[in-house]
C-alpha cells in the first residue's frame, strides 16, 4: 500500500517535483561537474531504488516484505531481503561526508565532450525530417541503428543489418535482461567469470535462471608470503569446461572486466569459444559485455602487432582494411564460428562520460535477435529518441581529431591512462598491491588493489567481523572493514570486493575467501578527487584523522584536465 502510495504521487506530480522528492525518500546531495574552464554545481536528487554502480540507493528502512503485501514472481526470484546494499551502504556513507574523496562509483563526475553536448542540443532543435521528441522505432532510432551497423561491420568484418541485427535499449543493463530474459528457461544454468559485475547475478535469476560461478585464478607477480604485490587474474579454460552442462544457456564474457580491469587474452577468448563449440548444448551463447571497450588503457602488445599487420592484408570477404577503430580491444563476435553464437553488448555511457543517457544495444544474429525484437515493445515502447538521435550524430564524431589527438578515443585512452597513474602511484606507496601495467594488459577505469599487509593491520579491531546488514552474510569482513574505516576515518571511498564474489568463491590455506584481499578504486574522476584521494591515502597507516589530510591538489596535475 505504501509503495502504490508513492507511486501514485509521483505520477500526479510528475515533472514538477522528483520522484523522489518527499522528505522521507530523498536526501539531495551537491555534485560538482567539472569542465575544461568551469565548475558548474548541480543538485542531485539521489533516489531510493536499489541500484548497481550509480548514484543510487536503497532506503534501508523500507521493509519491503512489509510494503508489498505479496511477493510477486520476480521479486521472489531475487528473494529481495529488504536489507540494504553494498550501494546505499557506500552511497549513505558518502552522502554523510561530502567532502570525502569518492572512488566509489562507476560514472565519471565530468561534462561529455563538447561535441558530444552539441550534438545534443542539435539533435534536439533539428526538426526538419521528424521531430527527435515523439516515439522511435522500438528497435532503435534508424539514424542509430544505421550508424551502428555500420561501425560494426568493420569491428566484426561482415555485412551488420541495421534492421535485423541491433536492438537499441535503454543502457547495456537493459540489453542484457533482454537477451538473459529471451534466452532463460527456469532452471537453465548461466555461467559468469568470478570477480563479476554484481548486476549479472540477479538479471540471472530474475530470468528463472541459476548463475554458476567459474572463477578466474589471481596469479601475483610475486607468491612469497612475506609481499603484497599486483598480479594478474587468468582463465583456466578446465574449469570453464568442468561447469559447462547441458542446462548451460549463456556464458557472461567481460572484457575489459569490471572489477579487475582485466582485458581478456585471445587465448582465453578462443579457450571459450572452442568450450562453447565443443563442449556447451547448441543453443549456448555468449553474451560479451563490452561497455569499456573504448577503455583499454593498456592494450595487449600482441593485439597492437596483429593490428598494425592487418593493415597489410585485406580480409576474407574483401571489405577494405579500416584501422581498428577501437585499438586493443577484441570482439569476441569476431572470432571464427562465433558471430552467430554470440550477443554483443555495450553502451554509450562509459565511452562519452554520459552514463545518465542510457544508450545501450545488443547487436547479433537475427536468430538471437529477432525474440529481443519481439519482447522489447513489452518492457519500453522505445529509448529516448533524442538521445539515440543525440548518439548517432557524436559518433561520427569522435572519429575526428579531437584536442591534439588523433580521434577523440585516442584522447579518452590518454586521459585515462594518467588517471589511472596517478591513483595507481598513490595505491602503491600507500602499500597496496596493484596491476603493473607495463606487464599487464588493462582496461576500464578501475584498480582492484590488493591489502596490503600494513594496511590490513591498521583495520581497527572492533571494526573487523563486525555485524553489518549491507555486507555479505551480514558480516564485515577484512576488505568490507578496510573500505568502512578508510570511508569514515581516512577520507577515501572504495568498494569492498565481496559484492563481487560469489559465497562459495575460491579461498586461501586458512579458509579466507579471496575477496577478502581486494578493494575496487574508481578513477573516472576528476584529477582533484584523485588526488584528495591520494593524499588521504598517504596517510592511511599514520593514527591521523581525515581532519589532518590536505585537499590541495598537487602542481604536477593539469589544471584544465578534469
Ligand atoms: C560491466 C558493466 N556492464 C554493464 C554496465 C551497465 O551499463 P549501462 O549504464 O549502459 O546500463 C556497467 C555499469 O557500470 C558495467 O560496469
Known amino acids: 500500500m505504501k509503495l502504490s502510495i508513492a507511486f501514485f504521487s509521483l505520477f500526479v506530480l510528475g515533472s514538477e517535483v522528483s520522484a523522489f522528492s518527499t522528505p522521507r525518500q530523498s536526501t539531495i546531495t551537491s555534485t560538482k ?28 528502512d523500507v521493509e519491503l516484505s512489509e510494503s508489498i503485501p505479496a511477493m510477486g514472481e520476480a521479486t521472489q526470484r531475487l528473494g529481495i531481503s529488504a536489507g540494504p546494499t553494498v550501494w546505499s551502504e557506500f552511497g549513505r556513507l558518502a552522502m554523510e561526508n561530502p567532502s570525502i574523496a569518492n572512488l566509489g562509483q562507476g560514472f565519471p563526475d565530468w561534462l561529455p565532450p ?11 532543435t533539428d526538426v526538419a525530417h521528424r521531430s527527435p521528441h515523439q516515439y522511435t522505432r522500438t528497435a532503435g532510432h534508424p539514424s542509430l541503428v544505421k550508424e551502428l551497423a555500420g561501425r560494426y561491420s568493420r569491428h566484426l568484418h561482415r555485412e551488420v543489418d541495421p534492421f535485423k541485427e541491433v536492438a537499441i535499449s535503454v543502457g547495456a543493463s537493459q540489453a542484457l535482461y533482454l537477451a538473459l530474459q529471451t534466452l532463460i528457461k527456469p532452471g537453465d544454468e548461466v555461467i559468469l567469470f568470478e570477480p563479476f559485475f554484481d548486476l549479472y547475478v540477479n538479471q540471472i535469476k530474475l530470468a528463472g535462471g541459476t548463475p554458476k560461478f567459474v572463477p578466474l585464478t589471481f596469479k601475483p607477480y610475486d607468491d612469497s608470503p612475506d609481499v603484497i604485490t599486483g598480479g594478474e587474474w587468468v582463465l583456466d579454460p578446465e574449469n ?48 560479451s559485455d563490452e561497455v569499456y571497450k573504448y577503455i ?34 577484441i570482439h569476441f563476435a569476431s572470432l571464427p564460428g562465433m ?27 537475427e ?37 591534439g589527438y588523433s580521434s577523440y578515443y585516442e584522447h579518452l585512452k590518454a ?8 591513483l595507481g602511484s598513490a595505491l602503491n606507496e600507500a602499500g597496496f598491491g596493484i596491476p603493473d601495467y607495463d606487464k599487464s594488459p588493462g582496461g576500464g577505469f578501475f584498480i582492484f588493489a590488493r591489502i596490503g599487509k600494513e594496511i590490513a593491520d591498521k583495520i581497527p579491531k572492533d571494526r573487523l567481523m563486525a555485524y553489518n546488514a549491507a555486507a555479505p552474510g551480514t558480516v564485515a569482513r577484512q576488505d568490507w572493514a578496510l573500505c568502512q574505516w578508510m570511508a569514515e576515518e581516512k577520507g577515501v ?24 584481499q581486494f578493494v575496487r578504486i574508481a578513477f573516472c574522476k576528476t584529477n582533484d578527487t584523485i588526488q584528495k584521494a591520494a593524499n588521504a591515502l598517504k596517510n592511511i597507516c599514520d593514527d591521523e584523522s581525515e581532519s589532518e589530510v590536505t585537499n590541495a591538489p598537487q602542481e604536477a596535475i593539469s589544471a584544465k584536465e578534469s
Open 296 to 329: 583499454v588503457h593498456s592494450p595487449p602488445i600482441d593485439e597492437m602487432e596483429r593490428e598494425e599487420a592487418a593493415q597489410f592484408e585485406k580480409s576474407e570477404d574483401g571489405l577494405k582494411y579500416q584501422p581498428a577503430i577501437c585499438q586493443g580491444h
Open 339 to 365: 558471430w552467430d553464437r554470440t550477443l554483443t553488448i555495450s553502451s554509450a555511457g562509459k565511452t562519452f562520460s554520459a552514463t545518465g543517457w542510457q544508450v545501450g544495444w545488443a547487436i547479433g544474429p
Open 367 to 403: 536468430r538471437l535477435m529477432a525474440p529481443i525484437h519481439q519482447l522489447l515493445p513489452y518492457v519500453q515502447f522505445c529509448a529516448s529518441t533524442v538521445i539515440q538521435e543525440a548518439l548517432a550524430r557524436a559518433l561520427p564524431k569522435a572519429d575526428l581529431p579531437y584536442e
Open 493 to 516: 571511498l572504495c568498494i569492498p570486493a565481496s559484492p563481487f564474489f560469489s559465497e562459495d568463491c575460491t579461498k586461501d590455506e586458512d579458509g579466507n575467501p579471496l575477496s577478502d
Open 33 to 60: 561537474l567539472h569542465t575544461s574552464n568551469e565548475e558548474i554545481q548541480l543538485d542531485t536528487s539521489v533516489d531510493k531504488a536499489p541500484c548497481f554502480d550509480s548514484i543510487c540507493s536503497s532506503d534501508p
Open 415 to 422: 586521459m585515462y591512462t594518467r588517471k589511472r597513474d596517478l
Open 240 to 287: 570453464l569446461e568442468k561447469a559447462i552442462t547441458d542446462k548451460t544457456r549463456a556464458i557472461i564474457l567481460n572484457s575489459p572486466h569490471n572489477p579487475t580491469g582485466k582485458i581478456f587474452t585471445r587465448n582465453e577468448m578462443e579457450a571459450i569459444a572452442d568450450a562453447v563449440r565443443n563442449v556447451a548444448s547448441d543453443d549456448c551463447v555468449v553474451l
Open 114 to 124: 563538447q561535441f558530444a553536448i552539441d550534438a545534443l542540443v542539435e539533435g534536439a
